[in-house]
């Protein structure tokens, strides 16, 4: 008498979350100081002095209705202007208020997407491997197929071959994660350039849109120096996903948005946003984190601390012999495990109280994600463990 | 290339939105103290001190990851550990953190639990004339058919022949709404019982669980002394839906919960909760606003503020003639229309300025809905117009 589906999604728990849990309870064994948990995303950076500073100022000067009251589902109409005006001021996105829906986060920002543009149950969306577990769960719950692209182990940019091959009559969006979550790579202009030639070509072949959901909770999380891309602009039927739960270090607040740029083709695709929020019961987004990200527009945590703990942990790692994906974004490092059973390397990881998750979960089999949203400290003091793991291997 | 059904939802606006919008744009034309707007049910009580306060002190004594970091999906352990308490301390409820699910607001309680028990497209879920227009929307997105128990114009209670006669071997729930929006009516001990003898005889003669779903966001707003019933003693198989959109007044910050009691003989429905929030897309409920509840465990807006309302306006209309359900809960009054055709009636007070809800899409037509969560100074200056109103009809 419960939904056999549901119940299923419920009562497994993540390896994630099993990994993470498990550190908690080996802290409480052998102390915190000899536990490195490289498991979860969580941020661990500061949000900017500027999120304590605008929620002082709100209530400080507003009326309690005006701070915590229903806006209209969409969003605060405010916010919503500020937000295109930074989009263009930043992007040259050409946007306005009413191209953005504010949600509750990157994931409702999909599931809502997902059930916007999905219409028969034999559609398929498209994911890249390595891909956020839960885009399958989404997928899903809009009603559709996941089809999963085999990862491009040599550079993981998208194989648009594959990509070629995957689309059929049926394929209705493919879904993609620049900077990356777990490999932490960037797509190139030359990459989005090639992947819209592609959906355009085939859109016209299969006879209707296939539309790109650019999911961005990691946008402007990117190192050396590379250009944050506005994807619209590479292809018209963008669908851009973003979340400030990494930028501001805010995932507890839940808040984010859906930008359905002029540019794409079909008029009833913001409309169908709408709807599907409406549908599963996102009445609106928080309204004082709204205020709250309006006023802080444009800034972002202290990105500094995740760079130098990405070249801490890659060169660390590659110089004891651990061959990783060089991280452009994100806050992932994507290492191929010594022996073909990441679990098993993951399993003798675990036995060395290093906690790095298997990939076989992101679609990625023989890789672990090694999460650097940590303290500096705790990687320094984690390189002997690292170093008896692939001593293991020599 | 947009899902029908979801464009249908996001661009059809709701009867009571219109009115809204409506009033804010004649606002604009004949100024702002000559329209009478009472369609929607947006609470103008302040929130009470204890929001302010214990925002401050959150913000004031914790670090950045603590306030705004994840939760566990379920929500913070304290903070259900702390409602656990409250809810045994206040209504014996023999409940402990585990039972409960925090999440963002009514809406998503609903839509989860809706998810978590439909299992088959021919499912059915009772709902009870009048009754919130957007049940029919969740119970469709669970993918569940919603049967509408015809109203009792009489009393406003629960006609108990009609739920009997309705119950199906495909019933799977009932939606029950005490404070009633719009009726204003509360469910007595004896509705209760007997619509358990009910549920109990007839989830025996179908084989399966009738699952009682409490929708109570306007528990607390309840006059006259009557007593606030804790509805899982009258039914087992009870799970209650909670929001501090009305209590705390905070409808913008989407923060409530699910109770499934140990009482519910499935003992999936609980994890059949949290795989329907994750696949929905609900991470976890907002964190800083999970910490706020919890030590706010308890407290209300004024309530006095709408008994006030409630008597100038009660008293107001019957005194003109009005044919009025007495409200004894939440924030509205229900009045008959003096035409069989409600819609009409309300056009009539439109052209007074006075913005009133016909009912039709609450499942009762022929009556209108006035909301009076509204200024006591604007009950009052509209009293003329309601008189003109009156007159017409005499």
Redesign the interface.
Known sequence: ???????????QSSVIRELFSYGQEQAAKVGKENVFDFSIG???V??PAC??ES??EI?ATR???A?????AASGDTAVRQGLAQYMNDTYDAHVKADNFYMT??A??????TL?????APEDEVLVIAPFFP?YT??I??AGAHAVILPPDTEHFQISLENLEKAITPHT?AIIVNSPNNPAGTVYSADTYTKMADILTKKSAEIG??I?LISDEPYREIIYDGLPILYVPKFYANTIVCYSYSKSL??????IGYILVPDSV??K??????????????????????QDVVLKCLGQTSDMNIYDENRKLLYNGLEEMGYDCVYPQGAFYLFVKSPEPDANAFSEKAKALNLLIVPADSFGCPGYVRISYCVEADMIKRSFPAFKKLIEQYT
Request: glycine share 8%; hydrophobic share 40%; net charge negative.
């Open positions: 008498m419960a939904n056999k589906e549901m119940y299923t999604l419920g009562s969580n941020p661990t500061p949000a999120i304590r929620i002082a209530m009326e309690s209705a701070i915590h009251g229903y806006t509750c986060g994931a409702a920002s999909l599931t809502i059930k916007a543009i999905v219409e839960e769960v989404f899903e719950n209705r209707h849109a539309y270090s805010l995932p507890g607040e839940r083709s079909d009833d695709v913001y409309p169908a946003v709408c709807g599907a929020g409406r549908a599963m019961g996102f009445v609106c987004a928080p309204h004082l984190f």
